[in-house]
């Protein structure tokens, strides 16, 4: 995931552009390239605030899912219809896979905004049938307030010339329990019902690996995945190793002589009960890395370097252990 700019803005105001792109198999350098020179441009852009870029992470998201925040509806709507925005969506049609969803919410509002383990439904309603839509959606969203995990969800009715559908961003505290409710009987039996008045129903899901490991400031997103990946091997490998040799070999499998898929079961519970304390105190030191105000590749690749520095230098220590 990365970020372009962070400029301050009157709490409770601003307005998040989503967009969603599928893009082409074949054409994901390209694309990662455009979307780069696309937050230079909006960076300098009246209004906006910061960009969001969370690349696909498959199977269960495979679109890119963009958030670009501005200070209020205006400066987002005038982006959205500049000339400059509707040159660069051209260049970029042919690397994409149908159209690209876009949505406006409001910081605002009531509810959550989007997040590592949310879901971003889009409804296209008959005309007509907006009334029985409304009164559909109080019925799911209690139907969903009991379920387990639930932490919040928010609505936006549909913007003429914008979006035409409705958006609910819908968040739980983890991806199995919004599965969960997703696979529930009691909302597959909602989404039937809903059947009658929708014309095109579609749902995203976006996510990043370890995001609990990591604490997220007000207003900034949880680091790339593979920056979260590298970190967490560049700890994890030294913490193994070294509690393999100190404690699980000597004390676990040969005092009281555990068999070793038992001392490893127990060795990796350990691991993971460190690795909660350890990464969030190293990943606050290198938020200029993992979350930078200002992404740049020289940044990514500065703290890349220091992780494979890392990585060589436990290899190199621990080639002399016996």
Same mark, same amino acid.
């Given at each position: 995931?990365?970020?372009?700019?962070?400029?301050?803005?009157?709490?409770?105001?601003?307005? !998040?552009?989503?967009?969603?792109?599928?893009?082409?198999?074949?054409?994901?350098?390209?694309?990662?390239?455009?979307?780069? /020179?696309?937050?230079?441009?909006?960076?300098?852009?009246?209004? #906006?605030?910061?960009? !969001?870029?969370?690349?696909?992470?498959?199977?269960?998201?495979?679109?890119?899912? $963009?958030?670009?925040?501005?200070?209020?509806?205006?400066?987002?709507? +005038?982006?959205? !219809?500049?000339?400059?925005?509707?040159?660069?969506?051209?260049? %970029?049609?042919?690397?994409?896979?149908?159209?690209?969803? *876009? @949505?406006? *919410? @409001?910081?605002?509002?009531?509810?959550?905004?989007?997040?590592?383990?949310?879901?971003?439904?889009?409804?296209?309603?008959?005309?007509?049938?907006?009334?029985?839509?409304?009164?559909? /959606?109080?019925? $799911?969203?209690?139907?969903?307030?009991?379920?387990?995990?639930?932490?919040?969800?928010?609505? /936006?009715?549909?913007?003429?010339?914008?979006?035409?559908?409705? %958006?609910?961003?819908?968040? #739980?505290?983890?991806?199995?329990?919004? @599965?969960?409710?997703?696979?529930?009987?009691?909302?597959?039996?909602? $989404?039937?019902? +809903?059947?009658?008045?929708?014309?095109?129903?579609?749902?995203?899901?976006?996510?990043?690996?370890?995001?609990?490991? #990591?604490?997220?400031?007000?207003?900034?997103?949880?680091?790339?995945?593979?920056?979260?990946?590298?970190? %967490?091997?560049?700890?994890?490998?030294?913490? %193994?190793?070294?509690?393999?040799?100190?404690?699980?070999?000597?004390?676990?499998?040969?005092?009281?002589?555990?068999?070793?898929?038992?001392?490893?079961? $127990?060795?990796?519970?350990?691991?993971?009960?460190?690795?909660?304390?350890?990464?969030?105190?190293?990943?606050?030191?290198?938020?200029?890395?993992?979350?930078?105000?200002?992404?740049?590749?020289? !940044?990514?690749?500065?703290?890349?370097?220091?992780?494979?520095?890392?990585?060589?230098?436990?290899?190199?220590?621990?080639?002399? #252990?016996?």
């Amino acid at each position: 995931m990365s970020d372009t700019g962070d400029r301050s803005a009157a709490s409770g105001g601003g307005v !998040t552009i989503i967009t969603q792109i599928r893009v082409r198999s074949e054409a994901g350098e390209a694309f990662a390239r455009w979307q780069d /020179e696309t937050g230079r441009v909006i960076a300098s852009v009246p209004g #906006f605030i910061r960009q !969001t870029v969370m690349p696909p992470s498959p199977p269960l998201q495979v679109d890119w899912m $963009i958030l670009q925040r501005f200070a209020d509806e205006a400066s987002a709507m +005038a982006w959205l !219809t500049s000339e400059e925005r509707q040159r660069r969506v051209r260049d %970029v049609a042919p690397m994409l896979v149908g159209v690209d969803d *876009v @949505h406006l *919410v @409001h910081d605002g509002g009531p509810g959550l905004q989007p997040a590592p383990v949310s879901a971003v439904i889009s409804t296209r309603i008959r005309p007509g049938q907006e009334a029985a839509y409304r009164r559909w /959606e109080q019925r $799911i969203a209690s139907a969903q307030a009991s379920a387990p995990g639930f932490q919040g969800y928010r609505l /936006e009715q549909p913007i003429p010339g914008v979006q035409d559908d409705w %958006v609910v961003i819908l968040r #739980f505290n983890s991806e199995a329990n919004l @599965h969960r409710w997703f696979a529930s009987p009691e909302r597959r039996q909602l $989404i039937e019902e +809903a059947g009658a008045f929708t014309e095109e129903y579609h749902t995203r899901i976006a996510r990043t690996g370890f995001d609990q490991w #990591f604490p997220v400031k007000a207003d900034a997103p949880p680091p790339a995945p593979w920056k979260a990946n590298m970190l %967490v091997l560049a700890l994890l490998y030294p913490i %193994v190793f070294l509690f393999g040799t100190w404690v699980q070999t000597p004390w676990l499998e040969g005092r009281p002589g555990l068999p070793f898929y038992l001392a490893l079961f $127990i060795a990796k519970i350990i691991g993971i009960l460190i690795l909660s304390s350890v990464v969030p105190w190293i990943s606050n030191r290198l938020a200029w890395w993992l979350s930078p105000a200002m992404p740049s590749s020289r !940044t990514d690749l500065t703290g890349a370097a220091l992780m494979v520095a890392m990585y060589v230098l436990c290899l190199l220590v621990f080639s002399w #252990f016996p």
